[in-house]
């Protein structure tokens, strides 16, 4: 097979290496769970097998993720959303309308949420040894404890680009593959050439605090969940809370699946019966969305002292404030009550970008404003959502105090790597909303410090 040509697609200010194999209708977009560099992944005979066989029944589209191989270099940790803007510019690039997502271990995270975002582009995600999240938790055994995370991420601040230290990290993770010498020698090669020792910290720091437990039920795409042995339960819990999503057991043993002979021919056979069987249908009306409602305090008091012409010029200037900063963020404006706006968001990022813009520029007209901000899955009907998410972000935002934004835990975990603070504001029940939230408040720029 014929190494393809890197290219590259503009994705905000950063340029993402890119390549495409085959010629087939169908899209699949490998989405890898891992640090790589596109080059010398072609230098690996089963690597080159795996995509030869991946291009009988689809067109290949591979990227090296922001700030690693390839791929522009990044300052600090990169943002679940941001990633997935990565992979939309990819697709544009490429004229991809639509597209199978395959994804795996960490790779899964920004599958599910690019899925719940945009399953008008989304024909079907496959998913292999998928991770929800990165941290343990009560509900989520299978992930390292953050004093084991801490440790890892200091080893690798101190070792990452060492010979003995490679390759002791290629063959813990791939005992079978790498009792081949030459394989084990291409890892340590591979691997270094992947990331910078900051870029590798950086990227385990991203799948530690990664999560996306809260959106898997957004997705509304066929789905077809494959695991080995040892991932199996974890797995299980992914597949369990994705509608409908079939769950497949696989052989072979831990490590980098497409490594193993055994592995890849049960997985292709799988996947390309999966995504024969599987009807081209309408995309899904649900969508997953991050919702902003913004409300000015003290507004009929104000109004009074100022008299009626005073308090319209004035809410006037803030209305335009409010319209630029959705503009530059790419917010989309659903309605305006009085002076509160209801928008909504692709990326939970740029939602609390917005809405501490907004915050600001609303002070320097002597204005106060309380937010509320709650990413979730509503109904699109047209150019309007519905549905119990949107009640969810307004109750949010009648919950915060003057001055404040509140967001919910699923906008705090989407944002992790963003640098924005929080500040933990407790349980609350929400009127009309099941269940108790737990809200946080965003930093303002002045003293925002990351969790």
């Known amino acids: 097979m014929t190494v393809p040509e890197t290219r590259y697609a503009r994705s905000g200010d950063l340029s993402i290496a890119f390549q495409v194999v085959g010629e087939h209708a169908r899209d699949l977009v490998w989405i890898r769970g891992n640090v790589s560099d596109l080059e010398t992944l072609w230098e690996q005979p089963r690597f080159v097998e795996y995509v030869k066989s991946l291009t009988e029944f689809s067109r290949v589209l591979i990227f090296d993720k922001r700030g690693t191989g390839l791929s522009d270099s990044v300052h600090g940790v990169p943002t679940l959303d941001a990633r997935m803007d990565d992979a939309r510019a990819v697709m544009d690039a490429v004229g991809s309308a639509r597209a199978v997502l395959h994804a795996s271990y960490e790779g899964a995270r920004l599958a599910v949420l690019f899925a719940a975002t945009y399953p008008e582009r989304t024909t079907a995600l496959v998913l292999v040894d998928p991770s929800a999240r990165g941290t343990w ?16 991420i200091q080893e690798v601040a ?60 957004a997705v509304r795409v066929p789905t077809l969940v494959l695991a080995r042995p040892a991932a199996l339960d974890e797995a299980g819990y ?31 056979a799988e996947t390309r019966r ?33 008299g009626d012409r005073k308090w319209r010029a004035l809410l006037e200037r803030h209305h335009e404030t409010v319209r630029r900063s959705l503009t530059i963020h790419r917010g989309r404006e659903l309605d305006t ?31 106060e404003l309380r937010v509320g901000i709650h990413t979730g899955e509503f109904e699109r009907l047209r150019d309007k959502l519905s549905g119990i998410a949107v009640s969810t972000a307004a109750r949010t935002c009648s919950a915060a105090p003057p001055g404040e934004i509140l967001v919910t835990s699923t906008v705090k975990d989407l944002v992790a790597g963003s640098g924005i603070g929080f500040e ?8 009309g909303v099941p269940g108790e939230w737990q809200l946080f408040a965003v930093a303002s720029r002045a003293d925002s410090t990351s969790d």
Request: a negative charge; hydrophobic letters at 40%; proline letters at 7%.
């Open 424 to 431: 933990d504001r407790g349980l609350h029940t929400l009127k």
């Open 137 to 152: 938790a009560p509900d989520y055994p299978w992930a390292p404890t953050s004093e084991r995370w801490r440790s890892t």
């Open 238 to 268: 992914v597949a369990g809370r994705i509608p409908g999503a079939q769950l497949l057991g696989l052989p072979g043993e831990d490590g980098v699946y497409w490594l193993d002979p055994d592995v890849v021919d049960t997985w292709v």
């Open 274 to 306: 999966f995504l024969e069987h599987t009807p081209d249908e309408p995309p899904s009306d649900r969508v997953l969305a991050t919702i902003v409602f913004t409300d000015l305090v003290g507004s009929t008091m104000r109004a009074a002292e100022l």
């Open 337 to 367: 009550a009085g002076d509160g706006f209801f928008a909504a968001f692709e990326s939970p990022t740029r939602a609390i970008e917005c809405a501490s813009d907004i915050r600001e520029a609303t002070r320097s007209l002597d204005l």
């Open 158 to 217: 101190e070792n990452w680009g060492r010979d003995d230290f490679l390759e002791r990290l290629a063959v813990e993770a791939n005992p079978r593959a790498t009792s081949d010498d030459a394989v084990r020698r291409w890892f340590v090669r591979h691997l270094r050439r992947s990331a910078s020792p900051g870029s590798a910290v950086a990227f385990n720091r991203m799948v530690m605090e990664g999560d996306v437990r809260d959106i898997l039920a």
